[in-house]
Nanobody, 121 residues
Framework: QVHLVESGGGLVQAGGSLKLSCAASGSIFSINTMAWYRQAPGKQRDLVATITSRGITDYADSVKGRFTISRDDANNRMYLQMNSLKPGDTANYYC???????????????WGSGTQVTVSS
């Protein structure tokens, strides 16, 4: 079993900062790409940022220059530093990881249950 748990969400004023964390635990052989997604009420889940196993990052245009994704492979963790937050960033933020639980298993996507970020104007 593999579990992804997000933390760090909360209520912040516009212009403020938050740092989200994602902890992966359980039977993990190797983690490939990790990503953050977000979903606002009544909207689809959108990709926010990705980071490959080599540390290559990519961002949605709406967060470029404000958000920074990083990972700590020694501890199976991923982070999202969010600066200059806007009310439009309000959403439930989800952690995603593509990983192998054992060397024989295929690459599989896992999801956390999300952490709420609310930005007030």
């Amino acid at each position: 079993q593999v579990h992804l748990v997000e933390s760090g969400g909360g209520l912040v004023q516009a212009g403020g900062s938050l740092k989200l964390s994602c902890a992966a635990s359980g039977s993990i052989f190797s983690i490939n790409t990790m990503a953050w997604y977000r979903q606002a009420p009544g909207k689809q889940r959108d990709l926010v940022a990705t980071i490959t196993s080599r540390g290559i990052t990519d961002y949605a245009d709406s967060v470029k220059g404000r958000f920074t994704i990083s990972r700590d492979d020694a501890n199976n963790r991923m982070y999202l530093q969010m600066n200059s937050l806007k009310p439009g960033d309000t959403a439930n933020y989800y952690c995603n990881a593509r990983l192998k639980s054992t060397v024989w298993r295929p690459w599989t996507d896992y999801w956390g249950s999300g952490t709420q970020v609310t930005v007030s104007s």
